[in-house]
């Protein structure tokens, strides 16, 4: 049972270029996030998708693209990297609706620097 | 805007004695309040969670607090361990129809229990 897997774990993008961040979960759930981590800034959430063909922007959506075409994957792309794209992302996952457990489920993160 | 605030970056315990951490919100439309726990190059991974109908939930060592009034919530770890030594994150959350399950994020506290 992976949950949500993330790949790739490290990357060193020069400015300008783009790449694309791999996110898929094999939980069937719905809803699903990107979320960057800057150091003493918390998460912030980037893009989110309640369903397949179905996306949102957060906070913090410009310089980023989504899609999500399947309920398992959801990538995240970067066009035209910056410095300012230099954080930590994670990719969560979660069930729709309110239970008891309502929460996200993390994958381990990519740390991203653009030079 | 910072709707979700953890005042204190850092916290120093002793192992068995009790760590408590604050978080604070502005949103009158959260309802619902989780806590993360993560360690490094690792994924946050859920705590405990709290409804706004209720005012404490318990889960073994771990307690959430919630003071609707003040719009303050609390987490309590008694007896700390050394393996509580982590960044633990605040989260709040509005109905599924206002905020589509999304999760707003406090900036972390990291918790250091000392042997």
């Known amino acids: 049972n992976a949950g949500v897997t993330q790949t790739p774990k490290f990357r060193i993008l020069k400015i300008g270029q783009s790449m694309t961040l791999q996110c898929t979960q094999d939980?069937?759930?719905?809803?699903m996030y990107w979320y960057r981590q800057d150091p003493g800034m918390g998460l912030k959430l980037i893009y989110y998708s309640v369903g397949a063909g179905i996306t949102d922007k957060g906070e913090v959506p410009n310089g980023y693209n989504v899609s999500r075409s399947t309920t398992e994957d959801f990538p995240l792309r970067l066009e035209l990297a910056a410095p300012s794209q230099t954080s930590v992302y994670f990719c969560?996952?979660?069930?729709?609706?309110?239970?008891?457990?309502?929460?996200?489920?993390f994958g381990s993160g990519t740390r991203l620097t653009v030079v | 805007d910072q709707q979700v605030k953890q005042n204190s970056p850092s916290l120093s315990v002793q192992e068995g004695r009790i760590s408590i951490l604050n978080c604070d919100y502005t949103n009158s439309m959260f309802d619902y309040f989780l806590w993360y726990k993560k360690y490094p190059a690792e994924g946050p991974t859920f705590l405990i969670s709290i409804s706004s109908i209720k005012d404490k939930n318990e889960d073994g060592r771990f307690t959430v607090f919630l003071n609707k009034s003040a719009k303050h919530l609390s987490l309590h770890i008694v007896p700390s361990q050394p393996g509580d030594s982590a960044v633990y994150f605040c989260?709040?959350?509005?109905?599924?129809?206002?905020?589509?399950?999304?999760?707003?994020f406090g900036e972390g506290t990291q918790l250091t229990v000392n042997p």
């Open positions: 969560a996952s979660s069930r729709y609706g309110r239970n008891k457990n309502y929460g996200y489920t």
């Open positions: 989260a709040a959350s509005g109905s599924e129809e206002t905020s589509g399950s999304r999760l707003t």
């Open positions: 939980m069937n759930h719905n809803y």
